[in-house]
């Protein structure tokens, strides 16, 4: 059974920074695509980030402040968010997946998620 933990969320001031993990069971996160993805409260799920052999891909929202790594060793994908922003508010989910997309109905296991909330 794959199980995604994540973890690292919190309260920040705006500029600041946070780092979340997700840590994978079940299913060694090299071969398969890691991603995260946020919801705002009345806002649907949206594409943050993704990593594969292949490479990384970032919202556009994002580019240039967060950045996606992985850990084959821990089996544990990380997410680091610098200079963050109110809008940035939401609840960060990791996912797993086959493919290499942007799309939420690709990934086939969640984590539970873990709030971030930027304050202005």
């Known amino acids: 059974q794959v199980q995604l933990v994540e973890s690292g969320g919190g309260l920040v001031q705006a500029g600041g920074s946070l780092r979340l993990s997700c840590a994978a069971s079940g299913r060694t996160i090299n071969g398969y695509t890691m991603a995260w993805f946020r919801q705002a409260p009345g806002k649907e799920r949206e594409f943050v980030a993704s990593?594969?052999?292949?490479?990384?891909d970032y919202a556009d929202s994002v580019k240039g402040r967060f950045t996606i790594s992985r850990d084959n060793a821990k089996n544990t994908v990380f997410l680091q968010m610098n200079s963050l922003k109110p809008e940035d508010t939401a609840v960060y989910y990791c996912?797993?997946?086959?493919?290499?997309?942007?799309?939420?109905?690709?990934?086939?296991?969640w984590g539970q998620g873990t709030q971030v909330t930027v304050s202005s």
């Open positions: 990593i594969t052999w292949s490479g990384t």
């Open positions: 996912a797993s997946g086959s493919t290499r997309a942007t799309v939420i109905r690709l990934y086939d296991y």
